[in-house]
């Protein structure tokens, strides 16, 4: 039985910053409403992100209107944190205005799980440390629950874990730290411990992208306010992901994307250490040093 599960990264609702069209997010929220009552699908994520953080008073209000615009939307809805609604808000103020938890939590839908990763995605600015925090119990978490996987997996996070390039990202070509979590090699470790087949689900970085690591396709959807690949207009990204055998991935807007993929149990050989660290070569080395 496939899945079907419409897809909104990255609202950005607020004054425009940089090349976030926050000032067109409600507008297109409206046409969200729109598009998700014509997808035929079962439910909706919206990958946080939600508003451009501004101070405590202004992000209540910002998070409160998309909340308002949410409420349109004539599908479930489960919601992730980004790391502009944490900046100020702490998790419990989002879970109130939002009306649902924001812990971690797996669903069963036809023949997938689909596994809500809420790691924290606040972003720590502190003179030892700027940047996301990956915290052991978010990590334990997602490692028991793909183990336990007894069906094909779909995790979903803000943050992605691929680890894949950011050349030509507007946002982190030159701040590739900011991507993604600083121990993001143990959350894929944990996924390649899956005897199922997994894809992996992520908004944060503005663009569309595919990056299969272990054999474990990553996937982010470009923003639906993001404008570095759309010359100044908004993208209107919006996506629907399909899982059965094939997972087929389509996304509209003027950035539009499309992807169809078999998922697959099969994990890759472990990669090889630094060719200078590398036992045969330390070991050739020393017989030719003898």
């Known amino acids: 039985m496939s899945v079907r599960l419409a897809i909104v990264a990255d609202i950005h609702h ?26 035929e699908v079962d439910h909706v994520l919206d990958l946080g992100d939600r508003i451009s953080d501004v101070d405590h008073d202004t992000d209540l209000r910002l998070e409160a209107e998309v909340a308002e ?18 900046d100020y808000l702490r998790i ?93 090699d143990r959350a894929r470790a944990a996924l390649a411990q899956s005897k199922v087949p997994v894809v992996c689900l ?21 923003s639906l306010t993001e404008s570095f690949t759309t010359e100044g207009a908004p993208a209107g990204a919006m996506g629907v992901i399909e899982l059965s055998d094939t997972v087929r991935w389509d996304v509209v807007g003027d950035d539009p994307y499309r992807a169809e993929i078999t998922p697959s149990a099969r994990r890759w050989t472990p990669v090889m250490p630094d060719f200078r660290d590398h036992p045969e070569r330390r070991a050739r080395n020393a017989k030719t040093e003898s």
Do not use: C
């Not at 094909?152 to 996070?157: F, K, R, Y």
């Not at 908004?203 to 982010?220: A, C, K, R, Y």
């Open 14 to 39: 607020g004054t425009p910053s940089a090349t976030k069209r926050g000032d067109t997010a409600m507008g297109l929220m409206e046409e969200f409403a729109h598009y998700v009552r014509d997808a």
């Open 69 to 86: 615009a949410f409420r349109a939307v004539e599908k479930p809805i489960w919601h992730l944190n980004g790391n502009h609604d944490r």
């Open 92 to 184: 419990a103020e989002n879970e109130e205005i939002l009306g649902q938890s924001l812990g971690h939590e797996t669903h069963d839908i036809g023949d997938w799980r689909i596994a809500l990763w809420r790691a924290d995605t606040r972003i720590l600015r502190t003179p030892e440390h700027n940047g996301f925090v990956l915290r052991e119990a978010d990590l334990l978490w997602l490692s028991r629950t793909v183990q336990a996987a007894d069906r094909p997996l779909l995790v979903v996070s803000h943050v992605p874990v691929s680890g894949h390039s950011q050349i030509g990202n507007y946002y982190f070509q030159n701040n590739p730290g900011h991507s993604t979590y600083p121990m993001a």
């Open 202 to 222: 992520s908004g944060h970085v503005h663009w569309n992208t595919v990056t299969t690591v272990d054999g474990i396709p990553h996937l982010t959807q470009q």
